[in-house]
């Protein structure tokens, strides 16, 4: 075989699947632009996605630095490649409605994130409507907190750095996670930070089975199956 052969073989073996797994879906993705919903059909005005910004923008921020992404996925797989859209727990409905389901993610959930935080493992539950299933905000900054006090054989690390300990001074802030007496016998508080509250306010966002146009139906409707 001629050295020229060989080299243009190699560049066709490898250059194909780069080509048609790399650069046609960046290519696609990247000119990916918000839906409008159709007052007749939807009976409602606006975009989809709606897009975060504020505090909500802020704490996805705060998720990717943590490294969340790490052991949360954010993601609903089509029928064909798992059970995603079968587990209620997945759902809008959460675990304790059966009878609402999740439908599977869209290119389009992801187009207002500069970085979409799918994750790759599963070492804790899909993140993907946990606004849905987990809407109290109380309890997002105790398991952030302390996991353990939730569930005690949790293997989530704490973020309690992202809080931080007050001298109590009168009754405890609504707010607080934690109140103790110090060995110098001060009581003290444990509060969220403007961190904890962005990461919270951005974890109660994540509501992927929200309404999407009618226009995107059929989509959803192939990614199911």
């Known amino acids: 075989m001629r050295f020229p052969t060989f080299i243009l073989g190699l ?5 194909a699947p780069w080509y048609l797994l790399v650069v046609k879906p960046y290519q696609f993705y990247r000119d990916l632009e918000p839906v409008a919903f159709d007052e007749e059909k939807d009976e409602r005005t606006g975009m989809y996605p709606e897009g975060t910004s504020g505090a909500v923008a802020y704490g996805e921020m705060i998720f990717k630095r943590e490294g969340c992404v790490q052991c949360h ?4 797989r089509p029928s064909y490649a798992g059970m995603d859209t ?15 389901y999740s439908r599977s993610s869209l290119p389009w959930d992801y187009s207002a994130s500069d970085n979409a935080p799918l994750g790759f493992v599963r070492n804790g539950p899909d993140l993907s409507n946990v606004g849905y299933r987990r809407p109290d905000t109380k309890w997002h900054h105790q398991h952030l907190y302390n996991p353990r006090s939730i569930n005690e054989w949790s293997t989530m690390p704490s973020f309690a750095h992202l809080y931080e300990t007050k001298v109590l001074r009168g009754k405890p802030s609504e707010e607080a996670v934690a109140v103790f007496t110090d060995d110098n016998g001060y009581e003290k508080q444990v509060v969220p930070t403007y961190n904890a509250e962005a990461l919270v306010q951005y974890l109660q966002s994540r509501k992927l089975s929200d309404a999407i146009p009618a226009s995107l139906k059929p989509e959803a409707t192939a990614a199911a199956k």
């Open 73 to 76: 996925t954010q993601v609903i």
């Open 11 to 15: 560049a066709v073996t490898f250059g």
């Open 86 to 100: 079968y587990k209620p727990d997945f759902g809008k409905g959460g675990a304790e409605n059966k009878g609402k």
